[in-house]
């Protein structure tokens, strides 16, 4: 969210401050809160500021002209019509005590928390579930970063590295953009998993519709469908498949699920939750060794050792990492 709203509900705090102010402000109040999402949100967190600076504890935005007018005491009285919790009087101030209210605001809506990123991330092997502003989730694989921002017409969400499933609540009026250096995604209301390899971008289309543009410049954007995957690599070039789902998946159970995968490929995959490492020594053949099965992302020193049985090899154990050699 930008200072455009907060900035509108300044301008609704200083004319509401007047104690002579018509009941068609308040009503005007009314129309502008319900507008969008965004009103309310601003509204509500001027009443928490002032609230917090300890000068006027009965101040409520929310009263709509109860005082004002009496002949609309009725509908006033209707649920969804006031959003404190009924004990606070308004309380009047002089115009120029509101509009002294109003640019102290205005100083603050600089100070936003909205115009700085929320931060979320993950260390190796761990995950985490986080709840955004507008009520979508993002849930954070093992060793990810997330930075989220909104705005008035846009949720701008940065993956600096890893992986992670968004899902995302519906606001036509603000698309769900998340970017990684090699590309964006764009949804409206939609579940995805978006990974960043390094040196390929994978999107994976859970349900909904997105639009993924890559970086580079002159590579046509590509509207997806559920069920598909697209890989989009440093030169731009784009790969469409459709994998199994719940194997894309499976990391928010705790699980790793291998399909005909290189030995060197479920390393690779298995590393990227361990402390200690899996790794093949220099003489070690494995070029027709496949894996295939369901394991667990916690349990490095059992994966290796069914690694090592179904490569025929043996294995070491170091301190620092687990061995398969011949």
Known sequence: MTGKAEAEAAAWFARLGDGACAPETHAGLSQWRAERPANATALAEMDVLWSDLGEVAALSFYDDGKKATSGSQAANDEPGNSASSGARSRLWWPAWVAAAVAALIFIFVGLNPFDNPLTFETSVGGRQIASLPDHSRVILNTNSKVAARYTDDKRLITLDRGEALFEVSKDPRRPFVVRTHLGTVTALGTKFVVRDRGNAMEVTLLSGK???????????????????????????????????LSAVTAWRDGRLVLQDASAVGAIGEMNRYGQKTIAFGPSANVAKCRVSGVFRVADTERFAHILARICGLRLERHDDRYLITP
């Open 210 to 244: 997105v639009v993924v543009d890559p970086e580079r410049e002159g590579r046509a954007s590509f509207i997806m469908t559920p069920g598909q995957r697209v890989r989009i690599g440093t030169t731009g070039s784009t790969a469409v498949d459709k994998p199994s």
